[in-house]
């Protein structure tokens, strides 16, 4: 494949994962990259001098896009910003996700590092974790900030997708770090997805053969990201990884509840799918179904009370719809300011798809609501 600016193209040639997910996977993933690659090549409109510098924040690349420096004026903001693709696919470096970050960086005149974690099949989870965190870490520092002009108490961690993820998964890491001295002041999450417990929520009943993200491709995602075996895929999605009588899965049973968490509108007439005997092994081979820094929508009360104001924003047509306004109203109960951005009439990955003739005011829509949000909150 051509493609000058994905510099990420290792999935072709896994080091450390099996060789056979991608096989199954990989028409999935050409036709997606086909289209980041095709995206790339339209190059932005815009003529702000945003000054992208492409460095290493302790052992992780990033790309930092700086607004010009104008004389006397105070400190910037600053956006840490996690791309999405299923923790496997993009890059901070491709225009679809170039483009965004510059765009906030313009739009807000704000400081906006995006991090270039490696990617499945390069490493899996926790290193995409590790990536983020270790890098978010890096610029929190007094000096760091101060060499970039940001003032330490308004910035945000930020992502779409399985960026979303992580952005969530670091928040609560830096939450819980006692000795940290900057902390984030505001998470804004895009169409996160943030558990694995249950594949049969609402939306991901509603929308199991949704194009852009089908429920058998997300599961294939989660599969890749814990190195895990395809096989895994028949049993996780009746939910027998976390049948009744599987008792690792009990304490985290009350905490993603959809017939609680759930307003009536969105479960609809959709039925809970509980298995009363199921496979107790999948947990034991792969415990990081559990594991919050994978799946932080399971984090207990105590840490979601540690969140900063929260932004999250939703797609009806989409399969993560209701994972992310559960975390939306678990983190409302722990007393956490949220603000949940439903959009009626959005499909997954809209937001960076502003360029994708047929849903050209989707894109715009979402992005500009949540710049927006961004503007005013930060
Ligand atoms: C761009 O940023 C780098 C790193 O902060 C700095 O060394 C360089 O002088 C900047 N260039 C411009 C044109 O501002
Ligand atoms: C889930 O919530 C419903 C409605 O509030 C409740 O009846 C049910 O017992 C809950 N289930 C669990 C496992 O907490
Ligand atoms: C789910 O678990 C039940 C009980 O162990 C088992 O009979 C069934 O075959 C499992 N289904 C899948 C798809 O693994
Ligand atoms: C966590 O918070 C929810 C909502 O406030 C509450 O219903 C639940 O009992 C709490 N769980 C624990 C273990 O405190």
């Known amino acids: 494949m051509i493609c000058s600016e994905v510099t990420n193209l290792s999935f072709f040639f896994p080091p450390k994962c099996h060789l056979i ?6 028409h999935h993933l050409i036709v997606l990259n086909y289209l980041i690659c095709t995206f790339d090549k339209l190059k932005s409109v815009s003529s702000e001098p945003i000054n992208i510098t492409d460095v290493v924040f302790d052992g992780v690349e990033v790309r930092v896009f700086e607004p010009p420096a104008k004389q006397d004026e105070p400190l910037k903001r ?7 693709g299923g923790w496997a696919l993009a ?10 970050c510059r765009i906030m960086a313009e739009s807000l005149n704000a400081v906006v590092v995006s991090i270039e974690y490696r990617l ?18 890096h610029f929190l520092q007094p000096d760091v900030l101060a060499e970039y002009s940001v003032d ?14 992580l952005a969530a998964a670091v928040c609560q890491q830096l939450s819980k770090d006692e000795l940290l001295i900057v902390r984030p002041k505001l998470q804004a999450l895009i169409y996160p997805v943030l558990q694995a417990f249950d ?8 929308n199991m053969n949704m194009p852009v993200l089908p429920r058998y491709v997300m599961i294939n995602y989660w599969i890749d990201y814990f190195n895990g075996n395809y096989d895994l895929a028949h049993s996780l999605l009746i939910n027998n990884h976390t049948a009744l009588d599987v008792h690792q899965a009990l304490t985290f049973r009350g905490r993603l509840n959809w017939t609680s968490l759930l307003p009536s509108s969105f479960k609809k007439n959709y039925k809970p799918v509980v298995q009363t005997t199921g496979n107790a092994e999948i947990i034991q081979e792969i415990p990081a179904l559990l594991d919050v820094r994978a799946v932080p929508l399971l984090a207990e009360n ?7 104001k929260t932004y999250i924003l939703t797609c009806e047509n989409d399969v993560l719809r209701d994972d992310g306004v559960m975390y939306a109203k678990r983190l409302e109960n722990a007393g956490v300011e949220v603000t949940l951005d439903h959009f009626d009439d959005c499909f997954h990955g809209c937001m960076i798809f502003t360029i994708w003739p047929t849903d050209f005011s989707a894109g715009v829509q979402t992005r500009n609501s949540y710049i927006k949000w961004l503007d005013e909150n930060l």
């Not at 997910?21 to 990989?26: C, D, E, P, V």
């Not at 330490?152 to 993820?165: H, L, T, Y």
């Open 78 to 84: 600053s956006v840490v910003y996690i791309h999405g």
């Open 91 to 100: 890059s901070a470096r491709t225009s679809l996700y170039n483009n965004l």
């Open 21 to 26: 997910h991608y096989l199954r996977l990989s």
């Open 199 to 206: 594949f049969n929520t609402p939306s991901y009943q509603q």
């Open 120 to 137: 499945v099949p390069e490493v899996c989870f926790p290193e995409q974790f590790h990536d983020a965190l270790r890098a978010t870490k």
């Open 302 to 308: 105590e840490t979601l009370q540690l969140q900063p």
């Open 152 to 165: 330490p108490n308004r910035i945000a961690i930020s992502g779409d997708s399985a960026g979303g993820n």
